[in-house]
């Protein structure tokens, strides 16, 4: 009945007067907030605790060590297996992943569930001072760890993928409304975030975000097969979105045009090429759900990629698989900026190129048409054939002069030393 009432409320009163009595708000509660920055920085020891759901969503890596490496710091990492997992058995999997990902990378961490996939406790622990989610949005983890049960905490907010577009649910949530620091990339994107935030952006901070260090690493290590011959690797990474009545977004993926072909082209150049198939988290669910796949082809599908001499079945961390790459080709929209820092040709399947361009920002526009472009197989292979094995790349420095301007962190700090000044006030 309240909600009701409130949305009728909402309806009679103008777009305008509704925005500013937010604006009112969000600014006077962040404000009385960071009157208590003082006390949290005079702390001997300042407690952060890092959310984890999968290792392909652990983005805030650099931001860990940098704490790690500070002495008025004490990092943790809680493991949540994804909302998604909705069985035990799922929920089991992904535990096992999670923690392979951390015991290899030698972090401590505690976990949210037993090895039966049973929830340890309700809450999070309470000694913790800063919290920091892999996801900006209400609804993303178990409602009982959700950010709106601990809102009387701090919070940083990074970013899930690059601040691409125009569009308020960009910048305007409530977790990026009430954080203590929302990290920007640089001046564009932070502007934007000052005009879409009820807050006006007081909490918005140009850090650059800790993706963009892992990309900068020495010691990345190869997870392609061995071929028995030197072959081009090549990424194809389709998003989720493949109909329109089944997403949440317009429907941006061309896989169902092109799955089939894609996975025939791969096994039929062996002597070239090899094809890392990194599809959306969600794509497996959606193609369940769809009339002409179904579970058991969807599965037969994922196998064939994952068996193959020269293919494989891509589903954790990708920094590595990135930047012993030397090719992608994707429509996903996320993976444009990340890619760029690779240095490496990719080719952009538009779809929806009018919808997905129209509400991108100037850094995303200029970076989304530094991408090669094509629709079918045929534009695949001519990519593969021209740009990848022969080497013609005539827009290779003008990617690399988009992620100098556009994605390289600011002060000649990483994004994650970057974050840890903006908490202490330096």
């Not at 502007?191 to 990309?215: C, H, M, W």
């Not at 198939?277 to 497996?284: C, D, E, G, M, Y």
């Not at 993976?335 to 952009?348: A, I, Q, R, W």
Request: glycine share 4%.
């Amino acid at each position: 009945m309240i909600k009701a009432c409130s949305s009728a409320l909402r309806k009679m009163v103008p777009l305008w007067a509704y925005r500013l009595r937010r604006q009112i708000r969000w600014c006077t509660k962040l404000l009385l907030r960071k009157r208590q920055i003082n006390r949290l920085r005079k702390k001997d020891k300042i407690k952060v605790l890092f959310l984890a759901f999968t290792p392909a969503m652990w983005k805030a890596d650099s931001f860990y060590r940098a704490l790690l490496n500070h002495p008025k710091f004490e990092p943790e990492i809680f493991t949540i297996p994804h909302i998604h997992c909705t069985t035990i058995e799922d929920r089991k999997k992904q535990l096992k992943q999670l923690r392979d990902f951390f015991d290899k990378k030698g972090y401590h961490y505690i976990e949210w569930i037993n090895d039966e996939g049973v929830p340890k406790c309700n809450e999070l622990p309470r000694e913790y001072d800063i919290l920091v989610y892999p996801q900006p949005w209400v609804g993303a983890v178990p409602d009982m760890v959700d950010f709106p049960r601990h809102s009387d905490r701090w919070f940083i907010c990074i970013a899930y993928a690059t601040h691409s577009h125009t569009t308020e649910w960009e910048y305007n949530k409530w977790y990026q409304n009430i954080a203590l620091i929302d990290c920007y990339e640089n001046k564009i994107t932070k502007r934007q975030s000052a005009r879409k935030k009820y807050n006006l952006g007081l909490n918005s901070v140009i850090t650059g975000l800790p993706i963009v260090d892992e990309f900068s690493r020495s010691d990345y290590v190869s997870p392609w097969k061995k071929q028995p011959m030197s072959v081009k690797r090549i990424i194809w990474a389709p998003h989720w979105t493949i109909t329109d009545t089944s997403s949440l977004l317009p429907s941006y993926s061309n896989f169902l045009s092109i799955a089939e072909s894609m996975l025939n082209y791969a096994q039929a150049n062996t002597d070239k090429i090899q094809i890392a198939f990194k599809p959306h988290p969600w794509l497996r669910k959606e193609l369940y759900k769809h009339s002409q796949w179904g579970k058991k082809r969807t599965d037969d599908y994922y196998a064939a990629w994952e068996s193959s001499s020269n293919t494989q079945l891509e589903q954790g961390e990708y920094v590595d698989l990135f930047m012993t790459s030397d090719a992608m080709v994707h429509d996903s929209c996320s993976f444009c900026c990340e890619y760029m820092l690779t240095g490496k040709p990719v080719l952009f399947l538009p779809r929806n190129e009018e919808a997905q361009t129209s509400i991108l920002n100037k850094m995303a526009y200029d970076i989304f048409y530094a991408q090669y472009m094509g629709t079918t197989i045929e534009d695949i292979n001519m990519f593969i054939e021209e740009k990848v094995i022969k080497g013609y790349d005539p827009m290779k420095e003008k990617r690399a002069e988009l992620v100098s301007k556009y994605l390289i962190p600011p002060h000649g700090r990483s994004a994650g030393e970057n974050i840890v000044n903006a908490i202490l006030g330096i």
